[in-house]
């Protein structure tokens, strides 16, 4: 340990490691010089593995190798970094902007962190620098594209799709259907991404699907050829697949086949709630916080009237 005193860490792997950190960390405090680095790595040690989304937990961890490698190459104080520091991190990082904001918006969270933690008192210096303009995914996908699509799913992914229509929940959300959340007539899901719950009737095209799929010697609702859960990028895979058995079979319409994702349904769902329904439905549907999120899966406005028709 830094300062040579001796205590218990505990018997657990992950706590030992856990509080040694903190140790440390609490050591390194009282010198007067605190790293960038260090206090990234406390932010990864304690607060990364606490995050309930694979993906979140492994983009941080990408983002903090990133970061450590331009605020450690050489150590910089933590409180010598100053906005133009940001700013040359983002053009050190301008390959990939979308990552690059992403960083430094955990850049960020990192910093707050930090004066939680006593090691600064000053605001972020990413405060006010001005990020990569960010661009939305913009696809929409028909019903003729999707009609296209599925003349190649079988039936398996057929229902799969449908069902992330039919929620607009996101492809992950859709493999972790289990039996024990389906209960009262109620579909009880909670997002892995956000940990928002949302819930759903099991009624009509979504009750026949379930029913169908749903047989008492499986525990998931979607799964692979030996039975157990589907993996989210196994699905990517077979989506991939049909995909490009419907661009060969229809070369007029590839282009637009070619743009298609699995998690496009969202984006579909979101935009038929809003056209038929009101935008604060696709909100809830969805599980979002905030209108503002949800307007960037809302891909179509309601269509105008000509003037002489407005009343």
């Known amino acids: 340990m830094a300062d040579s ?3 218990s860490l505990g018997t657990n792997k992950y706590e030992a490691v856990l509080e040694a950190a903190k140790l440390n960390f609490e050591f390194q405090k009282k010198g007067e010089v605190v790293l960038f680095i260090d206090v990234a790595k406390r932010y990864e040690v304690e607060i990364v593995p606490t995050k309930k989304a694979k993906n979140t937990r492994q983009s941080n961890l990408q983002a903090i190798g990133w970061l450590c490698k331009f605020f450690g190459d050489p150590p910089i104080p933590l409180e010598r970094i100053e906005p133009q520091h940001i700013k040359q991190y983002l053009q050190w990082r301008k390959d990939t902007p979308a990552v690059a904001n992403i ?3 955990l850049f960020n969270t990192i910093w707050n962190s930090a004066r939680e933690w006593g090691y600064t008192s000053l605001p972020s210096p990413s405060q006010g620098v001005k990020k990569f303009p960010t661009k939305y995914r913009e696809i929409y996908v028909e ?3 999707l009609e296209k699509i599925y003349e190649f799913a079988d039936e398996r992914m057929a229902d799969i799709i ?7 929940q996101r492809p ?8 024990s959340h389906i209960y009262n007539g109620i579909l009880h899901i909670t997002q892995q991404k956000t940990g928002k719950k949302v819930r759903f009737e099991i009624t009509g ?6 029913d169908k799929r749903l047989q008492p010697e499986t525990t998931w609702l979607f799964t692979n050829k030996w039975g157990k859960k589907l993996d989210r ?7 991939r697949e049909i995909r490009e058995k419907a661009m060969r079979a229809y070369p007029e319409l590839a282009n637009e086949i070619g743009k298609v994702q699995m998690r496009d349904m969202r984006a579909k769902a979101a935009t038929d709630i809003s056209l038929t329904a009101t935008d604060e439905q696709a909100q809830k549907q969805l599980g979002h916080t905030s209108k503002r999120m949800t307007q960037h899966y809302i891909r179509k406005d309601k269509p105008l009237r000509p003037t002489d028709e407005i009343t």
């Open 233 to 239: 990028q196994i699905l990517t895979v077979h989506f």
């Open 172 to 179: 992950i959300d859709i493999c972790n259907i289990h039996r």
């Open 5 to 7: 005193k001796e205590k």
């Open 103 to 105: 960083e430094v918006g």
């Open 205 to 210: 095209r979504l009750k026949e699907i379930i």
């Open 162 to 168: 449908e069902t992330a229509y039919l929620l607009g």
């Open 143 to 145: 019903d003729y594209i």
